[in-house]
């Protein structure tokens, strides 16, 4: 990701070298109510990449064994979310804008929405899971 920045203020670029498949799908989020969540789920085949456009939230992505959260912020790096990793997005500023970069079309089958399920399909048991 790319900005550059002159008199006519910024332009912010994403080329498609950055992003690591072919965007099948583009979408975004705003305007997320206080204390609400989205995500909370995994994909079998699809990946991600999320851009925070403006505002911030919080990311946790876990892969089975352990889960890492990070504030994403108009300042902050893309974030790429592989297939397989169950993420949940938190903790919207008012004013945040999720831009999403997806590497498949929506396919309701495509989604693991169970987080019990989610474990069995990576093979972990609840005593094997780190916190």
């Not at 903790?91 to 929506?106: C, G, K, T």
């Not at 989610?118 to 048991?125: D, V, Y």
Request: zero cysteines; aromatic letters at 8%.
């Amino acid at each position: 990701m790319v900005n550059h920045i002159d008199s006519r203020g910024e332009l912010t670029v994403i080329e498609g070298h950055e992003v690591p498949f072919e965007i099948q799908r583009v979408y975004w989020i705003k305007e997320v109510p206080s204390g609400k969540t989205r995500a909370g789920h995994a994909s079998r085949l699809n990946q991600e990449v999320l851009v925070a456009i403006q505002g911030s939230f919080d990311v946790t992505v876990d892969d089975g064994y352990i889960a890492t959260t990070s504030t994403m912020s108009s300042d902050s790096q893309p974030l790429l979310i592989e297939s397989m990793r169950w993420h949940t997005l938190t903790n919207f500023s008012p004013d945040a804008i999720v831009l999403v970069l997806a590497s498949r079309p929506y396919d309701e089958a495509d989604y693991i929405r169970d987080y019990e399920e989610f474990k069995l399909r990576t093979n972990i048991s609840s005593h094997d899971k780190i916190s």
